[in-house]
T-cell receptor
Framework: AQSVTQLDSHVSVSEGTPVLLRCNYS??????LFWYVQHPNKGLQLLLK??????LVKGINGFEAEFKKSETSFHLTKPSAHMSDAAEFFC?????????????FGSGTQLTVLP | KAGVTQTPRYLIKTRGQQVTLSCSPI?????VSWYQQTPGQGLQFLFE???????NKGNFPGRFSGRQFSNSRSEMNVSTLELGDSALYLC??????????????FGPGTRLTVL
């Protein structure tokens, strides 16, 4: 069994300040981890993914995430928020159970960027 | 490459009716997954198809069904619609079904409203 917990349902930051979106996971297998972003009335767009290579993963639009196995965390960060970053962010864990791929989505974190 | 396309984008139905949603994956992708997104339940996995075969199924009633054609296009059908079926239905494609690290590429979704 696997699960994902996004620790904050809402995060509010001022433009130009750092962003931290927290994600903890549990998985019985060696998981792959993803962050997706969803803008209003749009589908999900991949920000970045971890696949057991480098633990610090860089994604699009200046976002990055660090995989910490000991803490079972995969937090998303960005040094300086931009107004266009306002959206909902989803942490996703993916693993194989037998031959079936299992994806589990977090409940999402709504990011608000204040001017 | 063109992205994942879903038709129609918006749909309004009444209780008891049935509905068919369509998804065209990225060219060359053979796996298509469907998700239901609601404010209360978040993103929930419906089913995954690969090479015209259902490979994985989520915990939804039999009113939800799908199929995949030889060109990898997929349809999902919901019969005897209920108010609770109102949701954004997202389709995602990936090259294969067996890789946990494979990225799923999402379409813009179909917004279904049941009155």
């Amino acid at each position: 069994a696997q699960s994902v917990t996004q620790l904050d349902s809402h995060v509010s930051v001022s433009e130009g300040t750092p962003v931290l979106l927290r994600c903890n996971y549990s998985s019985s297998y060696s998981p792959s981890l993803f962050w997706y972003v969803q803008h209003p009335n749009k589908g999900l767009q991949l920000l970045l993914k971890y696949t057991s290579a480098a633990t610090l993963v860089k994604g699009i639009n200046g976002f990055e995430a660090e995989f910490k196995k000991s803490e079972t965390s995969f937090h998303l960060t960005k040094p300086s928020a931009h107004m266009s970053d306002a959206a909902e962010f989803f942490c996703v864990v993916s693993s194989l159970s037998g031959s079936a791929r299992q994806l589990t989505f977090g409940s999402g974190t709504q990011l608000t960027v204040l001017p | 490459k063109a992205g994942v396309t879903q038709t129609p984008r918006y749909l309004i139905k009444t209780r008891g009716q049935q509905v068919t949603l369509s998804c065209s994956p990225i060219s060359g992708h053979r796996s298509v997954s469907w998700y239901q997104q609601t404010p209360g339940q978040g993103l929930q996995f419906l089913f995954e198809y690969f090479s015209e075969t259902q490979r994985n199924k989520g915990n939804f009633p039999g009113r939800f069904s799908g199929r995949q054609f030889s060109n990898s296009r997929s349809e999902m059908n919901v019969s005897t619609l209920e108010l609770g079926d109102s949701a954004l239905y997202l389709c995602a494609s990936s090259p294969r079904t067996s890789g946990s690290a494979d990225t799923q590429y999402f379409g813009p979704g179909t917004r279904l409203t049941v009155l």
